[in-house]
């Protein structure tokens, strides 16, 4: 048995508990002693000096996409940004789109999903969720994993019909299929109605799937059809603002199934969608004040990851690949696209190639689209509709004004303030192009610019979040806090310096500031800041 001994740190421990003084004692995998100073600490195989620095559980990163690249054998050097971070457990499988349950017949119709996550090539080497836990815990992880059950995945696996209602023999598998995977270890079911095929599935079908994860006692996420006053999923005739009818939408579902409702990434997308987010916090209360289980989840910046298709509106979406080709279709594609973005204040302008996903075209990475548009000597929208039909989706985009903006992040910081608001990532991850800022800095940016520059809520109350109560929403239980008998999955950081350099958005850091040491399972994974090349130390939590 080898003992290490986190000497003289301040411990904050993921309870939400205030800091105190002291040193945690962890032997091989578990931690078994918490020693308040001046308590004399016990001798120990290994020292770590944690003098001026906190000593943390490790963080969650509670939206994730790295389950689609774990399976790759060179996911190390892809996801090293997230150790670095201190993420230690990623809950992943989130926005529908899960590689599990899979079938032969099913891989073509993920894999048009799967290009934006996948960071590189592998085989399905499974079919059911234990199988792809079971592959996993073979090949060995980075990081912990918590799966999640992608409602997409299962469509795919279990009916022939990609869009709308399902035979009532395809839902009651698909049902069977969900509960299946659950009872494998997944640890909630998840929905990606702003994508293909939900947005197309009806209430009562998603109500069906929502029961059968409040029958487990597991969550739900849900990203939800509409992220800004208007979206592809709802008509422009709809009077309401499509954000709030989609969040109604949502909350109406965790009052008929009675499940615990998580909604992901819970943004404002455009300049004139930032108005609604008094309404839609207030819905949020008023269900929690209700007694239904809310919660929302946010990532600390004013740019997200998605696919170039996300701002498609659903009728030019059911009419691919073909529809590219169609100059009636481009025409009022590009009439319509131009009245959207004026109404919701989102451009051209605030789109950001991440990913080109064709070689070809790969120098214009980091670009954004009137600069690429510039350099093809074309419009922006005929930029956008080459990079979509050549790459039939996969072009991963870098969208701004998410919430705010660089210099006005008043509607950013009003959700993160919020005590029933999770951290996230939300980061999909990949070997090339320009990276999202929130894969290598969301949990220093919230420790330094949100707790320690601007004071928007306590030390103990932020860690708590990144720790204890995802945990807690997830149902981990052997992780999440620094207590006798739980995993050593531990992070040290010096609080004067942890930060994450954004200043130049066109030359992210390569990593954060002030990340000491991480832990995973009692292995240091990170010394002095910087991964230890080729360790894979996490290990598959079923829940």
């Not at 709809?238 to 969040?247: I, K, T």
């Not at 903006?405 to 070997?431: G, H, I, M, S």
Request: charged share 25%; hydrophobic share 40%; net charge negative.
């Amino acid at each position: 048995m080898t003992a290490t001994l986190f000497k003289n740190g301040t411990i904050v421990d993921g309870t939400g508990r205030p800091a105190i003084p002291g040193s945690v004692l962890v032997e091989d995998d578990r931690i078994t002693d918490i020693i308040a100073a001046p308590d004399e600490a016990p001798s120990a195989d290994r020292i770590v000096d944690a003098e001026g620095l906190v000593i943390s559980p490790g963080f969650i990163d509670m939206h994730s996409h790295a389950d689609w690249v774990l399976p790759w054998e060179e996911h190390p050097r892809v996801l090293k940004c997230l150790v670095e971070q201190g993420v230690t457990t990623v809950v992943a499988g989130n926005c529908g789109i899960s590689p599990a349950p899979m079938t032969a017949a099913a891989i073509a119709r993920t894999e048009i999903l799967a290009t934006i996550v996948k960071a590189g090539p592998f085989e399905y080497r499974w079919e059911s969720m234990d199988e792809f836990l079971g592959h996993i815990e073979e090949k060995g992880s980075i990081v912990n994993l918590a799966e999640l059950v992608g409602h997409a995945a299962v469509r795919y696996v279990n009916s022939k019909i990609d869009r709308g209602e399902m035979p009532a023999a395809d839902l009651a598998n698909s049902l069977a299929n969900t509960r299946r995977a659950l009872d494998e270890g997944a640890c909630g079911l998840s929905f990606g109605l702003g994508y293909d095929p939900g947005m197309f599935s009806s209430q009562k079908e998603l109500a069906a799937f929502c029961k059968t994860a409040a029958q487990a006692g597991k969550p739900v996420t849900i990203h939800m059809k509409a992220l800004s006053k208007l979206s592809p999923c709802y008509p422009l005739t709809s009077l309401s603002a499509h954000n709030v009818r989609a969040l109604k939408e949502a909350i109406s579902l965790a009052e008929e199934t009675g499940m615990g409702l998580q909604l992901s990434h819970f943004i404002f997308v455009g300049r004139n969608s930032w108005s609604t987010a008094d309404e839609c916090l207030e819905l949020v209360e008023a269900a929690r004040s209700r007694g239904l289980d809310v919660m929302i989840d946010a990532f600390p910046y004013t740019c997200g990851n998605t696919t170039i298709l996300a701002p498609i509106p659903f009728w030019f979406l059911e009419k691919m690949p073909g529809a590219f080709k169609s100059p009636y279709l481009r025409a009022r594609l590009r009439v319509e696209l131009a009245m959207g973005f004026k109404l919701v204040g989102f451009g051209y302008k605030d789109f950001q190639v991440m990913d080109v996903a064709l070689e070809e075209y790969a120098d214009i990475n980091g670009l954004r689209l009137p600069e690429v548009a510039r350099k093809w000597g074309c419009s922006p929208f005929e930029a956008m509709m080459r990079l979509a039909a050549k790459s039939n989706g996969a072009t991963l985009m870098l969208f701004h004004s998410y919430s705010g903006d660089p210099a006005n992040e008043a509607v950013l910081e009003k959700v993160l303030a919020k005590d029933y608001c999770l951290f996230e990532t939300d980061a999909l991850v990949k070997a090339a192009g320009f990276p999202n800022p929130a894969g290598a800095g969301t949990f220093p940016r919230i420790l330094g610019t949100y707790v320690r520059e601007k004071h928007l809520f306590s030390l103990e109350n932020a860690i708590h979040r990144m720790t204890g109560a995802s945990a807690e929403r997830f149902g981990l239980k052997d992780t999440g806090t620094l207590e006798r008998g739980k995993v050593a999955d531990i992070v040290c950081f010096d609080p004067e310096t942890v930060a994450y350099n954004y200043e130049d958005p066109n030359r992210p850091a390569e990593k954060p500031d002030g990340i000491r040491h991480v832990f995973i399972n009692g292995q240091q994974v990170v010394r002095d800041g910087a991964y230890l090349s080729d360790l894979k130390a996490g290990r598959v939590i079923r829940c």
